[in-house]
């Protein structure tokens, strides 16, 4: 069942979005050849719970972080440690917020320094794919049309998106109903109705689409090693279209 949120409750949901994005931002000055992902992880950890929130994801399904930061070819759920970023790394930041009741989720990718043309396509073409399926989110669509929107984009420009993780619903819970593909027909999945509310998390590979989860039961790798990339936004459906919940984020410049 697919929840429907009053307006009330889209504004608890935003409250902690807002969280969300700013600790993303916080993150993003904080990316510098050297520091380490443990040292991000303690940052937000500090900043959501100065706002009187609660990271989502600490002691999720026993997850023992504040944040997961996924270096390269991570493609999500990277655990925080004394690894140091170094100069034309890409890092991916997820972070959800958990306050007053209600959950926010978003992640961002960061070049650290310079990076390789390729990896710099690769962060463009993610977030381009993130931002085309929320721009398919209103009442009276079908799921499927932000699906579609989002591989259609990835694998115009010849990359790949993973199959095995995908997006969710949102709200009291961290993951509900419905799932959010980063694949599929237009056709395919429920009819968007206002008040649902969606965390949208394309996740992409700059090679193959297969992946493989390491012997800590979290980190997730791409098969072939290639580079991934990972954008997400909690969103609200209306009639008039998408309504992001996490901003401001990395991306609303000053
Ligand atoms: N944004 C991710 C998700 O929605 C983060 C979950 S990590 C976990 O699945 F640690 F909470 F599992
Ligand atoms: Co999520």
Redesign the pocket.
């Known amino acids: 069942m697919i929840a429907i949120r009053r307006p009330d409750e889209v504004e608890r949901i935003r409250a902690s979005g807002r969280i969300v994005g700013a600790a993303l931002r916080l993150v993003q000055e904080m990316i510098r050849p050297g520091v380490t992902t443990r040292e991000i992880d303690e940052e937000v950890e500090r900043f959501i719970v100065a706002q009187e929130a609660r990271p ?3 002691g ?2 026993g ?1 023992p ?1 504040s944040a ?1 930061i996924s270096v390269n070819d991570v493609v ?2 990277g655990i925080p440690s004394s690894r140091q970023l170094e100069e034309g790394d890409i890092v991916s930041v ?1 972070v ?1 917020a958990f306050k007053d009741g209600y959950h926010g ?3 961002w990718t960061f070049p650290v320094g310079r990076v390789d043309e390729a990896s710099a396509g690769l962060l463009r073409v993610t977030r381009e794919a993130l931002e085309a399926g929320i721009a398919r989110a209103r009442a009276g669509h079908r799921l499927g049309e932000i699906s579609h929107a989002i591989q259609q984009h990835v694998e115009s420009h010849g990359f790949s998106v993973v199959r095995m ?1 995908v ?2 619903g ?1 709200g009291t819970q ?2 509900e109903d419905p799932q959010v593909p980063n694949f599929g027909g237009r056709r395919q999945g429920p009819l968007l109705a206002a008040g649902m509310v969606l ?1 949208v ?1 394309p996740m992409v590979n700059s090679g193959g689409f297969e992946v493989y989860t390491e012997p800590d039961q ?1 980190t997730v790798v791409t098969r072939d090693h290639s580079r991934s990339a990972h954008f ?1 936004h909690t969103i609200a459906v209306t009639e008039n279209g998408p309504d992001i919940l996490t901003l401001p984020g990395p991306g609303s410049g000053a």
Do not use: M, N, Q, T
């Open positions: 989502s994801f600490k999720y399904r997850y972080a997961c999500v759920h997820d959800g989720d978003g992640a993780l997006g969710h949102i961290l993951h965390a998390e979290w997400e």
